[in-house]
């Protein structure tokens, strides 16, 4: 099949990755470079060095809402285009490009975790199950007709950048049984009355609030990793927690406070129980374990963390 493909991150790779095995791709469409790192160099994306590298053409519009971007990827004569965090909504001039429609993998079991973030809101929500969903899409933001689901099991502990992985590889091989059965599926619409929001994350929804209880802040912990990472003001300077587990033990101090622990661990007080941080970065320095931050930053029992401003 003749696939018009539209991705941008890491996140795409496998399933760019698995329609080159399977399908023609005939172009690939991603963002524009932007600046990264310390020297605001600019840099393409993941799927534009895997598209370059396997010698694919490439389009990185602006806007797709711009008048000569239908005409543009009609050129091509795809047969169907598939999308995958891409980043821009597609209008409808473009959505009906390819004859038989434009299909949308979203790491969400939808009309849940609609938007940019599914990952990262499952897990600060406290969710066990996520999942996998192709779609055909419309004019809206993650609401076409449903053509295939999986659900997936969070596992403990697992960060979002770890669930990211396993869903990207997960759903390179839902995307390539939907456009095998493509003909045989029912599109199913969408549930609005069951909808619910997972915007871009910013900064600030990092900021963890010692008043909540240890779990709440736990899953924020994981959700938050690795962007924009889980951030408290210590007395040693800004702290980026990237690990955390909850213990079963009542907060005995204020919320912030470093407490001994029952098994003898210096842990943090809660709104309800006590939080134990594994791994912890300060700020402009590597990361590092809660026991080694602890020594260099010369906090004892007592000591009070709070939040910061993003």
């Not at 912030?256 to 003898?264: D, F, I, M, T």
Request: proline content about 9%; hydrophobic content about 45%; aromatic content about 4%.
């Amino acid at each position: 099949m003749k696939v018009l493909f539209y991705g941008t991150p890491e996140f795409a790779l496998p399933a760019l990755e698995a329609l080159l095995r399977r399908h023609e791709v005939v172009a690939v469409v991603t963002q524009p470079d932007r600046p990264a790192g310390r020297g605001q160099k600019l840099t393409p994306s993941p799927v534009k060095l895997a598209a370059e590298r396997a010698r694919i053409p490439v389009l990185q519009p602006q806007r797709l809402r711009d008048a000569e971007w239908p005409e543009r990827l009609r050129v091509f004569v795809p047969e169907v285009a598939v999308v995958v965090a891409f980043g821009q909504l597609l209008p409808k001039a473009v959505l009906d490009v390819p004859k038989r429609g434009s299909i949308n993998l979203h790491a969400s079991l939808l009309p849940r975790y609609r938007g940019a973030a599914p990952i990262a809101w499952a897990l600060i929500r406290g969710e066990t199950e996520t999942g996998l969903t192709t779609f055909l899409m419309d004019e809206g933001m993650d609401t076409g007709p449903i053509l295939l689901q999986e659900r997936v099991p969070i596992q403990s502990g697992e960060t979002a950048g770890e669930m990211a992985g396993r869903l990207s590889r997960l759903g390179a091989e839902l995307l390539l049984r939907t456009l095998a059965e493509l003909d045989r599926l029912t599109p199913v619409p969408q549930r609005p009355e069951a909808a619910t929001l997972a915007p871009r994350l910013k900064k600030e929804d990092g900021v963890l609030d010692w008043r909540e209880p240890a779990g709440t802040l736990v899953n924020r912990i994981r959700g938050c990793n690795p962007w924009p990472g889980a951030a408290s003001a210590s007395p040693a300077g800004r702290l980026l927690i990237w690990r955390a587990s909850a213990l079963d033990e009542p907060a005995a101090g204020p919320a912030g406070a470093l407490v001994r622990s029952r098994g003898g661990a210096l842990a943090i007080a809660t709104g309800d129980g006590l939080l134990l941080p594994g791994e912890v970065q300060p700020e402009n320095r590597r990361a590092m374990g809660w026991e080694e931050f602890l020594r260099g930053a010369r906090l004892t029992e007592g000591a009070r963390l709070g939040e910061v401003p993003a």
